[in-house]
Every structure is written in C-alpha cells, then in structure tokens.
Nanobody, 125 residues
C-alpha cells in the first residue's frame, strides 16, 4: 500500500518560512520523480515544484522561483519543500505527489501516480 504523508504545514505571517516534508512508503522511492502541488479554495490544483529521481533536476512554477526549494533524501524516503518569503497567495493545501521514472519538467497533475493527503499552509497577518 502506497502512502505519502505530508507534514510541516501551518500558519505564518507574510515574509515567513515553512518547511514541508513528504515521507513515502510502499514504493521504491528513488524510482520516482517527486512533486509538490497546491490548491487554494475555488482554484484548480497547480504544480509548484518537482525533482527528478535520476539527476535531481528541479523545476519550479514561475510564482515561486527564487523563494521555494525542493529537495529529496532517498535514504529516508523523504522529500522537502523549503518555502521562504511567503505571500498570502501561497496559501492553500499542499500535496506531495509522485510519478514513476524521470520527469524533466514541472510535473503535471495528469501525470501523477500517487497523491498525499495534503497539508494546509496559511499565510496571513
């Protein structure tokens, strides 16, 4: 049984930082590209960042470039999303997702094999 468990969400003021974690079980982690998506109320789920399993290439949505950093630790089966300089428009539910094999672009929702349950991020005063 595949499980992706996100943690690290919460409430933060604009300009603050959060670090999300995604721990996987039931898959051979280093076979998979890992991605983060987010969904705000009333909006479609959008890709935020992804990291390939082969060469560690990273990809970001334009809206988060320079502020978010994705990384992975294949020993602990965990991926991370370091978020800095957070803005209110970064608020939403953040989802971890996987796709089998290398993906050398920002992963699309239609390509996802497995989803996590999501973790809430709220950026407000």
């Amino acid at each position: 049984q595949v499980q992706l468990v996100e943690s690290g969400g919460g409430s933060v003021q604009p300009g603050g930082s959060l670090r999300l974690s995604c721990t996987a079980s039931g898959i051979t982690f280093d076979y998979y590209t890992i991605a983060w998506f987010r969904q705000a109320p009333g909006k479609e789920r959008e890709g935020v960042s992804s990291i390939s399993n082969t060469d560690g290439s990273t990809y970001y949505a334009d809206s988060v470039k320079g502020r978010f950093t994705i990384s992975r630790d294949d020993i602990s089966n965990t991926a991370f999303l370091q978020m800095t300089s957070l803005k209110p428009e970064d608020s939403g539910v953040y989802y971890c997702a996987t796709d089998l094999g290398p993906v050398n672009w920002l992963l699309r929702a239609t390509e996802v094999d497995y989803w996590g349950q999501g973790t809430q991020v709220t950026v407000s005063d």
